[in-house]
């Protein structure tokens, strides 16, 4: 889905390019449900909602404006296997098991939610992570080493589109994204 094609306000989203990525990573196509922690606008657990109508995803958010434009673009797109949970994790997140689990934000709570998805994630559930910030990755990095996430692999995206400036056209640089995919293993 094009990022022009969400409702937006000055929440931060997570971009086409990345959000191709980052749902392709998660391996929904027989997964029953997705966990999107730091949900944001929506855009990851929407688009995933659109492509795998199977699929029951969660979304968790604290920042009211972002609750809103969830629900905004979920009228928007007509999703309906989408359940929103308002508040801050690590203090909402459901208590059950699922197939995927998505952090686009963790309010400075990572190592308690990684420690959550680790006991949530069924057997070879997928855990994605995107952050922007450096030292964000190697904390997140140290912390799925240690409790045993399997399979894991780092990636560093740079977009840059073409904009008019002046007469001329140039490179407009977003800021690089840091992906991180791995999975919980057969026998965790």
């Known amino acids: ?92 997140l459901p208590e059950q098991a699922v197939d995927a689990i998505f952090i686009g934000g ?13 006991r949530s994630l069924n057997a070879n559930g997928r855990l994605v992570l995107n952050f922007i910030l450096l030292n964000n990755l190697m904390e997140a990095l140290d912390i799925l080493s240690k409790i045993g996430f399997e399979a894991i692999e780092v990636t560093q995206l740079q977009v840059s589109r073409l904009t008019k400036l002046g007469k001329g056209n140039y490179f407009k640089p977003n800021n690089p994204t840091y992906i991180i995919s791995c999975s919980k293993g057969a026998e965790s």
Not at 14 to 27: A, C, G, Q, Y
Not at 58 to 77: G, H, Y
Request: hydrophobic share 40%.
């Open 1 to 92: 889905m094009k990022d022009n094609l969400f409702i937006r306000g000055d929440v931060p989203m997570t971009k086409e390019e990345v959000r191709v990525l980052t749902i392709d990573w998660l391996n929904l196509s027989q997964a029953k449900t997705l966990v999107d922690v730091g949900a944001g606008t929506g855009s990851i657990c929407i688009e995933a909602s659109l492509r795998y109508p199977q699929l029951q995803t969660i979304a968790i958010e604290k920042n009211p404006e972002a609750i809103d434009l969830i629900k905004q673009n979920c009228e928007k797109f007509h999703v309906n296997n989408l359940y929103l949970i308002e508040g801050a994790a690590p203090e909402v």
């Open 106 to 118: 963790s309010g400075g709570e990572l190592d308690e939610i990684i420690r959550w998805a680790f």
